[in-house]
């Protein structure tokens, strides 16, 4: 059985520095176009509508 978190396409998290991020078992922070999205700078929206968010569910949509 594969397994699936439906995280990615659902919500995202900020630290407590203000970066997004996936989850709390992340500690990558999102970014877009080489940029650390941040909630000073940065929407909820623009975070999952990023080039790391959609890149990561693509990846996840396909098994890798």
């Known amino acids: 059985m594969r397994k699936y978190c439906p995280l990615p ?5 900020a630290n407590t520095m203000g970066q997004y991020r996936v ?3 992340s ?3 999102i970014t877009h176009r080489n ?3 941040s909630t000073r700078t940065h929407t909820i ?3 999952m509508a990023s ?3 959609n890149s990561l569910r693509e ?3 396909t098994g890798i």
């Not at 396409?9 to 998290?13: A, I, N």
């Open 59 to 61: 990846n996840l949509a």
């Open 35 to 37: 940029h650390v999205l």
């Open 45 to 47: 929206k623009q975070a």
């Open 27 to 29: 500690h990558e922070p």
């Open 9 to 13: 396409w659902t919500s995202v998290e």
């Open 51 to 53: 080039d790391y968010m």
């Open 23 to 25: 989850c709390c078992l």
